[in-house]
């Protein structure tokens, strides 16, 4: 009897062994503890939007460009410290979010509003350089 394990990759035989959704649930589940977002490009900007329901204060948190994506940390307080937790889904403590453009961007932003729990950015594009030569 051959053993055919040894000519699989081990990849697929963890999918064999764990089902073909087991790494996607793995890494659904690693994204849960941060903000949900969308990003949108337009002719001259680019719009982000986070989920960021139940933040006290927006102006707490830590936004940075760093190339084309978007960097936000921050922290959802928990307003029970000192109560004992017996069921818990909602976010709470440090969380931080690396959003990707997909666009170059003005590191300052034209317009930024948080309301209902829900954080739009707007930044501008910043203008393509040609790079053809003319002669």
Do not use: C
């Not at 081990?10 to 690693?30: I, K, N, S, Y």
């Not at 317009?111 to 203008?127: M, Q, W």
Request: charged share 30%; no cysteine.
């Amino acid at each position: 009897m051959k053993n055919t394990f040894r000519k699989m990759p081990w990849h697929e035989l963890a999918r064999q062994f764990l089902g073909e959704d087991f790494f996607e649930d793995m890494q659904t589940a690693a994204r849960q503890d941060e903000p949900a977002a969308d990003v949108y490009h337009g002719e001259n900007e680019v719009i982000v939007v986070v989920n960021l329901p139940g933040l006290e204060n927006v102006r707490a948190l830590d936004l940075k460009l760093e190339g084309n994506n978007l960097i936000i940390k921050g922290d959802y307080p928990s307003p029970y410290e000192g109560y004992q937790t017996i069921f818990s889904e909602r976010k709470k403590g440090m969380f931080q979010k690396v959003i990707p453009l997909q666009a170059s961007v003005s590191k300052r932003y034209t317009h930024a509003r948080y309301r209902r729990g829900v954080l739009e950015i707007r930044f501008p594009k910043k203008p393509r350089q040609n790079r053809s030569l003319q002669i």
